[in-house]
């Protein structure tokens, strides 16, 4: 048979193989923040090993759930968590409507900024102060006040929002899991309310993708108004054990992939790695004083202690964050030879 | 310009369009098992509304959340919830287990077929049998007594496993609102675990669209073996105003569309109704004895009374199913001149 294309449209055939595929081929590579080391291949090899239809390890794409961690696992978390940071700025904005705590500890710490009275109030403390800004009023009121911050506020190193403070290879990683028909899901120790207000838009998991810590709520009709209001009582505490119990309660399918960063993970971490089949089980590993910060067993938060051991006798993926990404925060300039 | 295809492509584009794509239009049709009544027609209307994207009333395929009742929703309730017996069944089955159970109510009334005891206990006898059949096990061990009964049990009056006493009407708007990017969840009073072992099978919703009443569990890890074991506690009991409760707690999006059959769906549907935008609010009105059961205002399972004034007065739909409904179960015969 005849060529039955003109000389014009052969040339323009040959123009695409050579010049416009090699680039879109180039675009489509996965996690271009992540050097090609240990870390990337263990994750490339899990996800092509479970979308594989002819791989003993094939996984539908039903069961594909991949759960997250959220801080110090998709965004920093110092030099507190971010969502404290908002607790502590929610207790100066409103401290006119309460004027006993300018006498009340652990509030009169925040007010003054005295640091060792605040540390030295300890979990109940902070409890009082998480309890106090996050209930006594609807969800959707909460919305609204942790968005006005989230807009407004700043962190005290990089002076940028601090939903900008999210880990670039942890996005595309989410971003690779998605066009391989993965659920991803966080599933973290912030309040789900909190989490739920930038998670669509800042790592695109929607709100019914967000697993916390939550509140009490009551529903309310008054004058044909419905609300739900947020109560001082916290209903569960997503943190350690009560991850792999919220994962069951609220998705009821075991995940197939777990990333965390700290002892607060081991048990999601557990959990993952009990199931049937291939799993893949990551450890983000804060070792970048420079980029970000370094600590790991004595820290105070994100402690990396029992995991971490867990993780090197198990063969879990520990990403070293120095040597593994390229980059930090999708602010930083690309590293010298990163593909953008 | 020149035609250019010849005649014979010509002649078999006339016949595709004469004949191949009216009869595709036919089975796409939705809703073949509900006549051309007011329910139907208020139930497309309001799809085609909210999916137009020249529409006012245009919602995103993200905001799409459908919620449902289960228990005289989408399956029968009669002659008890069909979850009661299989704990009825299980006190019976488990009962060498617990000698003491043949002397104390209200699990001697079980044993005995005492049905004037076991009405004595009320409500909190339900709770001690329900509690003693769901909970001190593994999750995983009470999925699989629930699919086995599931599997095995046969429902008193029409003999069928329960799972096919499901309305095919609701079934097809299921499939509609999927083949329009809703997202459908189940909102029930039922134990989430229990839904979840059929639901994705017989209604096509997935494990984590299934929001139901839940019991404390705990996570245990012993000898290396990870697992989730259920206490003899309800943490949430997802009935009435514990509905718009579990809702914002597990989606954290409002719904657009929410569909009931007694006063326990009240607030579900007020909460609803109460978002902006254009939304459907739907019950089911049981009015056919003969082919399934009637009964509403007064009845002990199901009754439909405030839910049934406020609808009629808000104009939400009502279906009745004896006139809206060509056909109840899957396993019916099709009704005279029904579309299959």
Chains 1, 2 share one sequence.
Do not use: C
Request: aromatic residues 10%; neutral net charge; glycine residues 8%.
């Amino acid at each position: 048979m005849s060529n039955p294309l003109p000389h014009r449209q052969r040339f323009g055939l040959a123009l695409l193989f050579t010049l416009v595929l090699p680039l879109l081929a180039h675009a489509n590579e996965p996690l271009p923040s992540w050097h090609d080391g240990p870390a990337k291949k263990s994750i490339i090899a899990f996800v092509q090993a479970v979308t594989d239809q002819s791989s003993k390890d094939f996984v539908r794409p039903a069961e594909r759930i991949a759960v997250f961690d959220n801080d110090g696992t998709l965004w920093s978390e110092q030099p507190a968590y971010f969502e404290l940071l908002f607790a502590f700025d929610e207790v100066k904005r409103t401290a006119a409507q309460h004027p006993e705590w300018k006498t009340t500890q652990p509030f009169k710490a925040v007010l003054e900024n005295d640091h060792k009275a605040l540390a030295a109030s300890g979990m109940d403390g902070l409890l009082k102060i998480v309890g106090a800004t996050h209930s006594g009023m609807t969800t959707e009121a909460f919305d609204d006040y942790a968005k006005t911050w989230l807009t407004q506020a700043r962190h005290p190193k990089t002076g940028k929002p601090y939903t900008e403070m999210i880990f670039q290879p942890m996005l595309e990683m989410l971003d690779y899991l998605r066009s391989q028909n993965f659920k991803t899901y966080i599933v973290s120790g912030g309040d789900t309310g909190f989490m739920r207000t930038f998670a669509e838009q800042v790592y695109g998991i929607p709100p019914e993708q967000v697993i916390g810590t939550t509140f009490v709520t009551a529903y309310q009709f008054k004058d044909g108004k419905a609300s739900i209001v947020r109560l001082p009582k916290v209903a569960h505490n997503d943190d350690g054990p009560g991850k792999p119990v919220s994962i069951d309660a609220v998705i009821g399918r075991r995940p197939i992939l777990a990333f965390g960063n700290s002892d607060g993970d081991l048990q999601m971490l557990q959990w993952t790695a009990a199931g049937p089949g291939k799993r893949f089980m990551g450890l983000v590993h804060h070792t970048d004083a420079k980029r970000e910060w370094a600590y790991d067993r004595q820290s105070d938060i994100g402690r990396l202690d029992k995991a971490l051991d867990e993780a090197n006798s198990r063969g879990w993926t520990v990403v070293d964050m120095a040597t593994e990404w390229r980059r930090i925060y999708p602010f930083d300039p690309p590293a010298t030879g990163q593909v953008q």
